[in-house]
T-cell receptor
Framework: SQKIEQNSEALNIQEGKTATLTCNYTNYSPAYLQWYRQDPGRGPVFLLLIRENEKEKRKERLKVTFDTTLKQSLFHITASQPADSATYLCALGAGNMLTFGGGTRLMVKP | GAVVSQHPSWVICKSGTSVKIECRSLDFQATTMFWYRQFPKQSLMLMATSNEGSKATYEQGVEKDKFLINHASLTLSTLTVTSAHPEDSSFYIC?????????????FGPGTRLTVL
């Protein structure tokens, strides 16, 4: 069965460091992958989309890589700030459908 | 742009009653909307796909007679939880796809917290 794994334990880092979050999947061939940010009690907010034929995507302090051989995506936040503290969800997409991972909570300490 | 609203943001109801949740795309037209459910510290689980003018497509294990979905216009979809029970208490989130955009980005609403007593 399809499985999407994100580190369920919280990631604690110091302000200014680079945060790296991992999304691994099995039994799935997504056409694209998305990363979302979710704050407590709020809906997810879209951050980045990367397609299966792309290796890397950047947007300001964010960088996403997508390795379809390893079936893995890495999400990086450089120069992290306390305001980056949130839960980050990866979602695998095919057509219009998204399947979400469990999310990783990121805590950036000042 | 691409704002999705939900109403109400939270609701408390008695067991056995029905609750309607609205999802609106405020500045774009959405031929497709999705309804998700999220339990505490878990991920979003897709409940159903709602297409304007047609019947919703439900995911396996989701009772269509309990979770009624209506997508009567290009900017509004409603989810009605009928005969609600405490186990239906959850965070319900909708999303919408802008039909005029070329890529499949889903814009999410802020969610509705349902508590069934």
């Amino acid at each position: 069965s399809q499985k999407i794994e994100q580190n369920s334990e919280a990631l604690n880092i110091q302000e200014g460091k680079t945060a790296t979050l991992t999304c691994n999947y099995t039994n799935y061939s997504p056409a694209y992958l998305q990363w979302y940010r979710q704050d407590p009690g709020r809906g997810p907010v879209f951050l980045l989309l990367i397609r299966e034929n792309e290796k890397e995507k950047r947007k300001e302090r964010l960088k996403v890589t997508f390795d379809t051989t390893l079936k893995q995506s890495l999400f990086h936040i450089t120069a992290s700030q306390p305001a980056d503290s949130a839960t980050y969800l990866c979602a695998l997409g095919a057509g219009n459908m998204l399947t979400f991972g469990g999310g990783t909570r990121l805590m950036v300490k000042p | 742009g691409a704002v999705v609203s939900q109403h109400p943001s939270w609701v408390i109801c008695k067991s056995g009653t029905s609750v309607k949740i609205e999802c609106r795309s405020l500045d774009f037209q959405a031929t497709t909307m999705f309804w998700y459910r999220q339990f505490p510290k878990q991920s979003l689980m897709l409940m159903a796909t709602s297409n304007e003018g047609s019947k919703a497509t439900y995911e396996q294990g989701v009772e269509k007679d309990k979770f009624l979905i209506n997508h009567a216009s290009l900017t509004l979809s409603t989810l009605t939880v009928t005969s609600a029970h405490p186990e239906d208490s959850s965070f319900y989130i909708c999303s919408a796809i802008d039909r005029d955009r070329s890529y499949n980005e889903q814009f999410f609403g802020p969610g509705t917290r349902l508590t069934v007593l």
